[in-house]
């Protein structure tokens, strides 16, 4: 058992409650309830498997290496100018030639496993004890920042800022200053980025966003929690992949309002299985930091206490993230999130073990002595 068992058995159980109460399509219902459930069970199933430290260290490094391979061929996209569609870049965006996205279907998704995968390559390089193994860690790491940088994706740069604060705030206070100078330099003398991010700021995107964005999609969710607030409109009824499948619409006020990609996953999450759904969710992303950070806390190895910062700065990472997409929409992004919570909690469990084990044996020679 871990600390985080409960809470996601407590989500489970309440996609259970608003999938028997409230689907005006139980078929379809059926169908969200799995494409919002199916992907945490591998949670269960990674936990189950790992055994030792070594193991789950292995895991980590297995997925980095497949993110790494993934950025290289993202940096060669962008080296040729990979063809993208034109509805990727705004028709007023200027400087942006190509958006990368290596064999993924989206920059947006490709930004967001760059997002995950980076503070844990980074967090490698002090961990590793031979030099060419910190170099490689190292420059996998550029590599995966280069791809990043090259997906475009205003969302996943600002889900990595906010985990490389997280990674800083925990490993060293001292490098928030480099990442701040980091940032400006980028900002200054790429063109294409601060255009990007000013665009993002200005009143032509929060008019065209109105018109047919993220902002009217999330007026729209609002309207609709509104008026379905406790079990939402059904699971997979309106606001992801299920909903866009089966073409479906809604009535929002007197207009009939057909189904889109909510492009925030909390919002999405809320229209779909109420306040309920909503707040069991956000329990267990809270559960997940939280518990994270008792991870953290209680490790006593160097090279696993790294390791934890950078998969906790990640997955805070890909959080951060949902709020302007829908990545738990997206079965890999989803399989990989559980895959690294499992290692987490699996840390913890061999951890929190060692701890009471000490204990336990410091007590035993207590008592010997008296």
């Not at 866009?244 to 909510?262: A, R």
């Not at 956000?282 to 991870?295: C, E, G, H, P």
């Amino acid at each position: 058992m871990t600390p985080l068992d409960m809470p996601v058995f407590i989500f489970i159980t309440a996609m259970v409650f608003v999938l028997i109460v409230n689907s005006p399509d139980f078929k379809i219902s059926l169908e969200g309830f799995r494409a919002v459930v199916q992907y945490i069970l591998w949670y269960f199933v990674v936990i189950q498997l790992l055994r030792t430290e070594k193991g789950a260290r292995n895991l980590c490094i297995f997925f980095v290496l497949v993110a790494f391979v993934l950025a290289l061929h993202g940096v060669y996209q962008y080296i040729i100018g990979v063809e993208m569609p034109a509805g990727w870049v705004d028709s007023k965006e200027a400087g942006v030639r190509t958006r990368v996205y290596s064999i993924l279907t989206s920059p947006n998704i490709f930004g967001c496993l760059m997002t995950l995968a980076s503070p844990i390559a980074f967090s490698f390089v002090f961990s590793m004890k031979k030099i060419k193994s910190k170099v490689f860690f190292a420059f996998a790491t550029c590599v995966m920042l280069l791809s990043l940088l090259f997906t475009f994706s205003r969302g996943a740069w600002i889900g990595f800022m906010v985990a490389a604060f997280v990674y800083v705030f925990i490993k060293d206070k001292r490098f928030f200053i480099p990442i701040i100078i980091g940032a400006i330099l980028v900002i200054a003398f790429v063109p294409s980025v601060s255009n990007r991010i000013t665009y993002m700021l200005s009143s032509e995107y929060i008019e065209s966003s109105l018109r047919g964005g993220r902002l009217v999609r999330w007026a729209t969710g609002l309207e609709m929690l509104k008026s379905n607030p406790f079990v939402g409109v059904g699971l997979g009824h309106f606001g992801g992949a299920v909903a866009m499948n089966h073409d479906l619409s809604y009535l929002v006020g007197v207009q009939v309002e057909k189904t889109f990609y909510m492009d925030n996953y909390f919002l999405k999450t809320a229209v779909e299985s109420g306040l309920l759904g909503l707040g069991t969710f956000a329990i267990l992303m809270y559960q997940v930091i939280i518990n994270s950070l008792r991870t953290i806390r209680i490790t006593v190895k160097k090279e696993l206490r790294e390791l934890e910062i950078g998969i906790l700065a990640g997955l805070v990472g890909v959080i951060c993230h949902n709020f302007v997409e829908n990545i738990f929409e997206v079965p890999m992004m989803t399989s990989c999130f559980w895959l690294l919570v499992a290692v987490m909690m699996h840390l913890w469990y061999l951890n929190y073990h060692k701890k009471v084990d000490l204990s336990e044996n410091s007590d035993v020679q207590t008592t010997e002595t008296k």
